[in-house]
């Protein structure tokens, strides 16, 4: 995803700036450093790539389902408001894209970028009533430890999405969900500790504005059978510092009519397994 923050730059110079704030005019050396690391931020923000602190298995997100993978997650983790030995704050973000239903698993390059196959349906095996949507849903998962009662609504928190199958899409035309807000509005303030879910870009929800909550991404509608990149993030700050951000990109290829196969052919044992055991 290109041009999303890189605001780990600006949260380490404003921890050098109070670290070092009266020496810096009699150590020169440390204002360059500064500069430095937020330039190194500002060159890095056109780079189209995600941005993670660990890609691997996040054991306790269940991205509000069941049985949904969370082995090949995107992870970023930071320190906020507080020093270790006293009042301390971890934000935790986290996404990643998986299969919907009994649909292909998703394969990905071990580095955050997602290879999903094109299409929809209504996902074999799924429920009764179930709505159509692609192959694939994104997943995402924002938490605060915190040891004096701060909560997710406390931080502005922004998740991004993408309906444009071109590479490397700017922020300016994604979609963007104001978590904070749609915590404040729908989970009420200052109780909210873990925030998490499983979504399609199909949801019709994410094609419309909401006062508030959600700008729909200025490239619609979304289709799911475009081949090319989707881009998602998540950015946190507070008090207009960024705190931590995670990006990852979804690209979309055809769907070999062997792997259909292949799926068709494990459930149909599956289901030959079911009536010999019953």
């Known amino acids: 995803m290109a041009e999303l923050p890189r605001m780990k730059n600006n949260f380490l110079a404003v921890n050098l700036i109070m670290r070092y704030g009266a020496d810096l005019m009699r150590k020169p050396h440390l204002l360059g450093a500064i500069f430095a690391v937020v ?6 923000n056109v780079l189209a790539s995600p941005l993670y602190d660990t890609f691997g298995p996040l054991d ?7 049985g949904i993978p969370n082995d090949e997650v995107a992870i970023s983790s930071q320190f ?3 020093v270790v030995g006293g009042d301390l704050s971890e934000i935790t973000v986290a996404m990643s894209a998986t299969q ?15 290879f999903a196959g094109a299409g929809s349906n ?6 009764a009533g179930t709505v159509e949507g692609a ?37 300016a035309g994604l979609g963007m969900i104001n978590v904070t807000n749609t915590i404040i509005t ?6 909210t500790t873990l925030f998490e879910g499983s979504e399609n870009l199909m949801f ?12 729909a991404p200025t490239y619609t509608p979304f289709d799911p059978n475009a081949l090319g990149e989707y881009n998602f993030g998540i950015q946190v700050s507070q008090a207009g510092w960024g705190v931590e951000n995670v990006r990852m990109d979804v690209q979309v290829v055809p769907v070999p009519a062997a792997v259909w196969l292949f799926g068709s052919g494990l459930l149909g044992l599956v289901g030959i397994a079911r009536r010999k055991k019953a």
């Open 60 to 66: 306790e997100a269940t991205f509000g389902g069941t």
């Open 186 to 191: 729908y989970l009420g303030a200052g109780t």
């Open 100 to 114: 919907r239903y009994g649909n292909p698993a998703l394969t990905n390059d071990g580095a955050g970028t997602y």
């Open 122 to 127: 209504t996902g074999p095996g799924s429920p």
């Open 135 to 171: 192959l694939w849903n994104f997943n995402f998962y924002i938490d605060i430890d915190s040891n004096f009662g701060e909560t997710l609504d406390d931080y502005d928190i922004t998740l991004f999405y993408d309906f444009n199958p071109a590479f490397d899409n700017g922020p």
């Open 39 to 44: 330039y190194l931020g500002m060159a890095t």
């Open 80 to 82: 906020s408001n507080g």
């Open 204 to 215: 019709g929800y994410l094609a419309s504005d909401a006062a508030g909550l959600l700008v």
